[in-house]
């Protein structure tokens, strides 16, 4: 794709200015972010007079030994870490199925397959059926309520199904005359062939089960069931309607200045390191996919 | 327990908002209202037969009930704390509790009900969030079984509750809540000074909102360049500056901030008559108008975040400010002393205005509890009423919740003072404390500790917040509303004229109080709140209110 022509004089300033722009992006992205690490490690002085901003003032851990300290903390951080694992093994084994279904243009009711899909992008049975449904099923304070309901996204199903649909069907001809099942050249050819999608989808999926909270809320009865999103949640709710009467101490004030900031790092961190990882595939996947589909 | 009224108008926006819902699911269980005939001689499962006010509540044989938890972070939930081990000793009854997050709480709560999913006792439910339930038929009209509950009637009784009890009732004459109750008003809020500044010039605590008027002058002439007055709690709340508006509000006889309803009770005239329009509303807006325009109040006072309004009490941009006992100790003093030499800050009673040393009716009651209609299919119900009775209401009990037990969690020290023992801290009382009132004993504990007599609720105040409530306790409640309940269908007419009525006012409110709108143009305000069908508003509520009283007569 790269060009062996000289860059034309117009390019070159198009270049410039786009740099320009896009790194000030970046930068303005970016400010919230170190802000935010910053105010973690601030003393309580320092943040109230508002003087944090790139660099922590007044080095201070207190609210993270506080927020370690706590074991429930580390037991909703490890529901996290196993919801969003189970929830996104889940969802890649249904979507990559369905979505492999659909892409096949000769299979009879497809249209009917995928309508069925969409039907759920603009329709759904409201909060409480919702509740009355997972509930009676039994599902209630176990993984499958998080995971079963989300299981299918129908944006991520598209994008999967544009992308299979993308590949040369002489690929899978070929495998079949070599002998292989459907489930062969799912397994061997398709799934090989398809790395980015699926690292993108990977991606898609656990982001989207890590940050949620709702579905945790509404289905788990018992604090030691929840997510770390919904434990942070209730402590910033803590923080914000303060702590009544009493004489004040530094722990508190502390605490209060600056738990949003040290539970905002806490959570992103691990997403956050997970990024780099997968983006390679991320950009080519879903460009892949959504050109040619 | 913080500005209550701002949170109660939030939870009836989530109740208006729910209203569709419940009428959605609710309408297949509308019929088991009616029968008044109740024989509860089947349902005395574990029921005591003589049960009294003051009398110590025991179940028969062991019981257990369901509850929903508010979550609180700050103590969150453990099974083992002593509260529950020590209730089963006291009552035999046993808690299965439903542990669920402050933050999301009312949400929740919904969803249980509208599911059919609740637990028996709903508590943390503020005075008119209960509404949107009714319809439903989910929560138990509570009022035809207070006979069960000796305590309740007997403080109701004792400190002239009824009216506002009576406030509760729903359109079919029954109320559902069961409020928390206050022997005497609670305030908060209140405006605080700089007193190390006052003393430099000469200058004493205001009283009046005339003196208060004289103090800002007196400052502004010291230092012609500043605001002496700059307030906050003027973002994420629907009414800017609403604390200010509402203690204001409150000297002139007038709910206005966070207090602000769009109906108010004429006692005189014996009918409503619509909030923003009053004279008095009038009154306190020029009165702020009038602080703003000579610049005696700082104008970013009605925009600004907390922070900020503080941030310039702490440059000594501003010398006087809106508080409350907790942010005055933990917040104002502790950073003054920190930052600024020989600053000390004091919170004063709400200044005294046209209206007379009165405090607003109505607020003696507080969040409390719904019990799920499915507690009357039970054959323990009398003795969950009983139980209600007692740990809630009794003042054993209440004591119980609060400071839970003698010479294990507390020593007394004298009639109605309470010591924790040594190593027991309560919300930082001592730091060193190895153990913790509400996180490791379960007392203390907002879903079962709220109101009792006036002794029980300054137990536990901070010298300041004594000092100030003291002070409040003395001054006359004004009259309360009486009961007007609507009809659901112009329960929807009148949610519909609400808001827009209520955004009216609170963007004008604003505009003449900043000086953007001349207060000449009053009558044309009014005139406008006129094509926002405020009669028609009104006299909904003042015919709701002649039916009422006519069919309850």
Same mark, same amino acid.
């Given at each position: 794709m790269v060009s062996v022509n000289r860059p034309t004089r117009g390019y070159r300033v198009f270049q410039g200015v786009n740099g320009v722009i896009l790194t000030l992006v970046v930068l303005v992205t970016l400010y919230p972010f170190v802000n935010i690490i910053a105010r973690s490690f601030s003393g309580e002085q320092h943040i109230r007079t508002g003087e944090v901003t790139l660099w922590p003032k007044g080095f201070n851990l207190?609210?993270?030994?506080?927020? *370690?300290?706590?074991?429930?903390?580390?037991?909703?951080?490890?529901?996290?870490?196993?919801?969003?694992?189970? #929830?996104?093994?889940?969802?890649?084994?249904?979507?990559?199925?369905?979505?492999?279904?659909?892409?096949?243009?000769?299979?009879?009711?497809?249209?009917t397959l995928v309508g069925i899909a969409v039907f759920t992008m603009f329709f759904t049975g409201?909060?409480?059926?919702?509740?009355?449904?997972?509930?009676?099923?039994?599902?209630?304070?176990?993984?499958?309520?998080?995971?079963?309901?989300?299981?299918? #996204?129908? *944006?991520?199903?598209?994008?999967?199904?544009?992308?299979?649909? #993308?590949?040369? #069907?002489?690929?899978?001809e070929a495998a079949q005359i070599d002998g292989l099942s459907t489930y062969g050249i799912l397994l061997r050819i398709v799934l090989p062939l398809s790395k980015a999608v699926v690292a993108t989808m990977i991606l898609f999926y656990a982001v989207s089960f890590w940050n949620s909270w709702f579905s945790a809320f509404l289905y788990m009865d018992r604090t030691e069931l929840m997510p770390v999103t919904v434990y942070l949640r209730n402590l910033l709710a803590g923080a914000t309607a303060g702590t009544g009467a009493g004489a004040a101490t530094e722990n508190l004030t502390q605490v209060n200045a600056n738990i949003q900031a040290v539970t905002i790092v806490l959570t992103s961190l691990p997403i956050l390191c997970l990024y780099p990882f997968v983006q390679r595939y991320f950009v080519s996947g879903v460009m892949l996919g959504a050109v040619k589909g | 327990m913080k500005n209550t009224g701002q949170l109660s108008r939030r939870q009836l926006l989530g109740a208006a908002g729910f209203i569709g819902l419940a009428a959605l699911t609710g309408c297949g269980s509308g019929g088991d209202g009616g029968d008044d005939a109740k024989d509860l001689s089947k349902k005395r499962d574990g029921a005591m037969r003589d049960y009294q006010a003051g009398q110590q509540f025991k179940a028969t044989k062991p019981l257990s009930f369901t509850i929903l938890h508010n979550n609180n972070p700050n103590y969150p939930m453990k099974g083992d704390w002593l509260f529950w081990k020590e209730l089963t000793r006291r009552t035999g009854v046993t808690f299965k509790a439903t542990p669920v997050p402050l933050s999301d709480y009312e949400k929740k709560r919904s969803l249980l009900i509208g599911a059919g999913d609740a637990p028996l006792l709903i508590p943390k439910t503020y005075p008119g969030a209960e509404s949107a339930f009714v319809s439903s038929g989910a929560i138990l009209p509570v009022s035809k079984y207070v006979d069960l509950m000796p305590n309740f009637r007997d403080k109701v009784k004792r400190w002239n509750l009824q009216p506002e009890v009576d406030s509760l009732r729903q359109s079919d004459g029954n109320y559902y809540l069961l409020p928390g109750l206050h022997e005497k008003v609670?305030?908060?809020?209140?405006?605080?000074?700089?007193?190390?500044?006052?003393?430099?010039?000469?200058?004493?605590?205001?009283?009046?909102?005339?003196?208060?008027?004289?103090?800002?002058?007196?400052?502004?002439e010291e230092y012609p360049d500043l605001y002496p007055f700059t307030d906050r709690w003027s973002t994420n709340t629907p009414f800017?500056?609403? +604390?200010?508006?509402?203690?204001?509000?409150?000297?002139?006889? =007038?709910?206005?901030?966070?207090?602000?309803?769009? %109906?108010?009770?004429? &006692?005189? +005239?014996?009918?409503?008559?619509? $909030?923003? &329009?009053?004279?008095?509303?009038?009154?306190?807006?020029?009165?702020?108008?009038?602080?703003?325009?000579?610049?005696?109040?700082?104008?970013?006072?009605?925009?600004? $975040?907390?922070?900020?309004?503080?941030?310039k009490i702490? !440059?000594?941009?501003?010398? +006087?400010?809106?508080?409350?006992?907790?942010?005055?100790?933990?917040?104002?003093?502790?950073?003054?002393?920190?930052?600024?030499?020989?600053? $000390?800050?004091?919170?004063?009673?709400?200044?005294?205005?046209?209206?007379?040393p009165v405090v607003l009716g109505g607020a003696r009651l507080e969040n409390g509890m719904m019990i799920s209609s499915k507690a009357l299919e039970g054959d323990d119900f009398v003795a969950l009423m009983q139980f209600v009775d007692w740990l809630w209401y009794s003042d054993a009990g209440q004591e119980f919740c609060k400071w839970g037990v003698e010479n294990t969690t507390f020593t007394r020290s004298g009639p109605g003072q309470y010591e924790l023992r040594p190593g027991i801290s309560l919300m930082g009382s001592d730091p060193d404390a190895p153990k913790d009132l509400q996180k490791d004993f379960g007392f203390y504990n907002g879903v079962f500790t709220?109101?009792?007599?006036?002794?029980?609720?300054?137990?536990?105040?901070?010298?300041?917040?004594?000092?100030?409530?003291?002070?409040? &306790?003395?001054?006359?409640?004004?009259?309360?509303?009486?009961?007007?309940?609507?009809? +659901?269908?112009?329960?929807?007419? !009148?949610?519909?004229?609400?808001?827009?009525?209520?955004?009216?006012? %609170?963007?004008?409110?604003? @505009?003449?109080?900043?000086?953007?709108?001349?207060?000449?143009?009053?009558?044309?305000? =009014?005139?406008?709140?006129? &094509?926002?069908?405020?009669?028609?508003?009104?006299?909904?509520?003042? @015919?709701?209110?002649?039916?009422?009283?006519?069919?309850?007569?």
């Amino acid at each position: 794709m790269v060009s062996v022509n000289r860059p034309t004089r117009g390019y070159r300033v198009f270049q410039g200015v786009n740099g320009v722009i896009l790194t000030l992006v970046v930068l303005v992205t970016l400010y919230p972010f170190v802000n935010i690490i910053a105010r973690s490690f601030s003393g309580e002085q320092h943040i109230r007079t508002g003087e944090v901003t790139l660099w922590p003032k007044g080095f201070n851990l207190t609210t993270y030994e506080i927020v *370690f300290n706590d074991s429930m903390f580390w037991r909703n951080y490890g529901n996290t870490v196993f919801y969003t694992v189970v #929830s996104t093994a889940v969802a890649m084994v249904l979507t990559t199925c369905y979505a492999y279904v659909l892409s096949k243009k000769n299979l009879k009711g497809r249209g009917t397959l995928v309508g069925i899909a969409v039907f759920t992008m603009f329709f759904t049975g409201g909060l409480i059926p919702n509740y009355v449904l997972i509930t009676s099923l039994g599902l209630k304070n176990s993984v499958w309520a998080i995971a079963l309901p989300n299981a299918i #996204s129908v *944006f991520n199903l598209l994008v999967m199904k544009a992308f299979f649909e #993308s590949l040369p #069907s002489e690929l899978e001809e070929a495998a079949q005359i070599d002998g292989l099942s459907t489930y062969g050249i799912l397994l061997r050819i398709v799934l090989p062939l398809s790395k980015a999608v699926v690292a993108t989808m990977i991606l898609f999926y656990a982001v989207s089960f890590w940050n949620s909270w709702f579905s945790a809320f509404l289905y788990m009865d018992r604090t030691e069931l929840m997510p770390v999103t919904v434990y942070l949640r209730n402590l910033l709710a803590g923080a914000t309607a303060g702590t009544g009467a009493g004489a004040a101490t530094e722990n508190l004030t502390q605490v209060n200045a600056n738990i949003q900031a040290v539970t905002i790092v806490l959570t992103s961190l691990p997403i956050l390191c997970l990024y780099p990882f997968v983006q390679r595939y991320f950009v080519s996947g879903v460009m892949l996919g959504a050109v040619k589909g | 327990m913080k500005n209550t009224g701002q949170l109660s108008r939030r939870q009836l926006l989530g109740a208006a908002g729910f209203i569709g819902l419940a009428a959605l699911t609710g309408c297949g269980s509308g019929g088991d209202g009616g029968d008044d005939a109740k024989d509860l001689s089947k349902k005395r499962d574990g029921a005591m037969r003589d049960y009294q006010a003051g009398q110590q509540f025991k179940a028969t044989k062991p019981l257990s009930f369901t509850i929903l938890h508010n979550n609180n972070p700050n103590y969150p939930m453990k099974g083992d704390w002593l509260f529950w081990k020590e209730l089963t000793r006291r009552t035999g009854v046993t808690f299965k509790a439903t542990p669920v997050p402050l933050s999301d709480y009312e949400k929740k709560r919904s969803l249980l009900i509208g599911a059919g999913d609740a637990p028996l006792l709903i508590p943390k439910t503020y005075p008119g969030a209960e509404s949107a339930f009714v319809s439903s038929g989910a929560i138990l009209p509570v009022s035809k079984y207070v006979d069960l509950m000796p305590n309740f009637r007997d403080k109701v009784k004792r400190w002239n509750l009824q009216p506002e009890v009576d406030s509760l009732r729903q359109s079919d004459g029954n109320y559902y809540l069961l409020p928390g109750l206050h022997e005497k008003v609670k305030q908060g809020y209140s405006l605080s000074f700089r007193t190390d500044i006052l003393d430099k010039h000469g200058l004493s605590l205001p009283t009046t909102w005339d003196e208060v008027y004289q103090t800002f002058k007196a400052l502004k002439e010291e230092y012609p360049d500043l605001y002496p007055f700059t307030d906050r709690w003027s973002t994420n709340t629907p009414f800017p500056a609403g +604390a200010l508006f509402q203690y204001l509000g409150q000297a002139y006889g =007038v709910r206005a901030g966070w207090s602000y309803l769009n %109906t108010s009770w004429d &006692a005189k +005239a014996q009918k409503f008559a619509f $909030t923003g &329009a009053t004279d008095a509303f009038r009154q306190v807006v020029e009165y702020l108008h009038k602080l703003v325009d000579e610049k005696l109040m700082d104008p970013e006072s009605f925009t600004q $975040t907390d922070e900020e309004a503080f941030r310039k009490i702490l !440059a000594e941009k501003s010398f +006087a400010i809106s508080a409350n006992p907790q942010e005055l100790v933990q917040n104002y003093r502790y950073n003054l002393e920190k930052q600024v030499k020989g600053a $000390t800050i004091e919170m004063i009673p709400v200044p005294i205005g046209p209206a007379g040393p009165v405090v607003l009716g109505g607020a003696r009651l507080e969040n409390g509890m719904m019990i799920s209609s499915k507690a009357l299919e039970g054959d323990d119900f009398v003795a969950l009423m009983q139980f209600v009775d007692w740990l809630w209401y009794s003042d054993a009990g209440q004591e119980f919740c609060k400071w839970g037990v003698e010479n294990t969690t507390f020593t007394r020290s004298g009639p109605g003072q309470y010591e924790l023992r040594p190593g027991i801290s309560l919300m930082g009382s001592d730091p060193d404390a190895p153990k913790d009132l509400q996180k490791d004993f379960g007392f203390y504990n907002g879903v079962f500790t709220y109101g009792g007599s006036w002794a029980l609720v300054s137990s536990s105040f901070s010298p300041d917040e004594k000092k100030f409530t003291d002070a409040m &306790a003395r001054r006359e409640p004004l009259p309360t509303d009486p009961p007007h309940p609507l009809r +659901a269908e112009e329960q929807e007419q !009148a949610t519909l004229w609400d808001t827009p009525l209520k955004d009216h006012v %609170t963007q004008n409110a604003l @505009q003449f109080v900043l000086g953007k709108r001349p207060l000449s143009e009053w009558d044309d305000y =009014v005139k406008e709140l006129k &094509a926002k069908n405020m009669d028609r508003f009104i006299d909904l509520h003042n @015919q709701a209110y002649e039916r009422f009283k006519k069919e309850n007569a």
